[in-house]
């Protein structure tokens, strides 16, 4: 799986390194988890699925290398969150502490403005998470849109349907717009196999920050995500039950190729 690749990447990366883990925050929203290593702080954050929480064990311990395997193959919505979360914050260490960012192709574009230069007008476009600035911005772009959706709550618009039909919109799809969210359910690698015809595949969002090569060696396209800058900042925000558009204006966004 995606995220087994991801992860022991990080394990190895982590033990190798010797990075610390500093903080891990658990909001209503989002995971925060920053860590340490010789080149200085790193933070990652990870999307909270508050739909698919239950009553199991909250974290034994922050995650680190020696616990990191057992935290993203587990059931516990909570430790996965966690893990992904630890596994972006590692990642992020590797691109812009040890520049690694080098090896890709950095796009400067704004996300909404990328996709009126993506999308064509006969496409039919699928995006898997409703993220409604951009499903607003695609509205009237292309031939025919379509969001799928997990969560009932959030199912907030026209052509909004559950995730169930997947096999349906996914087959027929030009383009496919991916919630980074999917590395915590774990539905990235099904969403990624029903994709296969699609032109274009991008996963986007704060969750999407593990490092690019996982992605792009799964057949994805572009990342777009964000690197924390201002991490008291964020983590605070986190701590008071903020989200995604109240601690990104604290972060730098950055949209990556494959070169």
């Known amino acids: 799986m995606l995220i087994d690749e991801a992860t022991s990447l990080v394990e190895k990366t982590a033990r190798s390194l010797e990075i610390e883990t500093v903080d891990t925050i658990i909001g209503v929203k989002y995971c925060y988890v920053s860590i340490k290593g010789s080149e200085g702080l790193e ?22 290398p020696d616990n990191i395997l057992d ?37 400067s574009v704004n996300l909404i403005d990328m996709l009126s230069e993506l999308v064509k007008p006969e496409d039919t476009v699928v995006v898997v998470g409703n993220m409604r600035p951009i499903v607003k911005k695609l509205k009237g772009t292309c031939r025919e849109l379509y969001v799928l959706e997990r969560n009932p709550r959030m199912r907030i618009g026209e052509n909004i349907y559950p995730d169930t039909v ?12 991916v919630t980074g969210a999917t590395l915590v359910n774990d539905t990235i690698d099904y969403v990624l196999a029903l994709s296969k015809k699609a032109r274009f595949k991008m996963v986007v969002g704060p969750t999407a920050g593990i490092y690019p090569k996982v992605f792009f060696d799964h057949g994805v ?3 777009a995500s964000l690197k ?29 190729l494959l070169e």
């Open 43 to 64: 933070a990652g954050v990870a999307y909270l699925p508050l739909e698919d929480l239950d009553c199991t064990e909250p974290l034994p311990e922050p995650p680190s």
């Open 71 to 107: 935290y993203v193959s587990s059931t516990n919505t909570l430790w996965k969150t966690a893990a992904v979360a630890y596994i972006n914050a590692v990642s992020q260490y590797l691109l812009w502490k040890l520049n690694h960012i080098n090896e890709f192709k950095l796009v």
């Open 166 to 177: 997947a096999p349906r919109l996914l087959e027929k799809a030009d383009v496919v717009i």
């Open 221 to 223: 396209d572009c990342i």
């Open 228 to 256: 924390i800058v201002e991490y008291e900042k964020v983590k605070k925000c986190i701590m008071l039950g903020g989200g995604r558009w109240n601690f990104g204006k604290w972060c730098k966004d950055y949209i990556l």
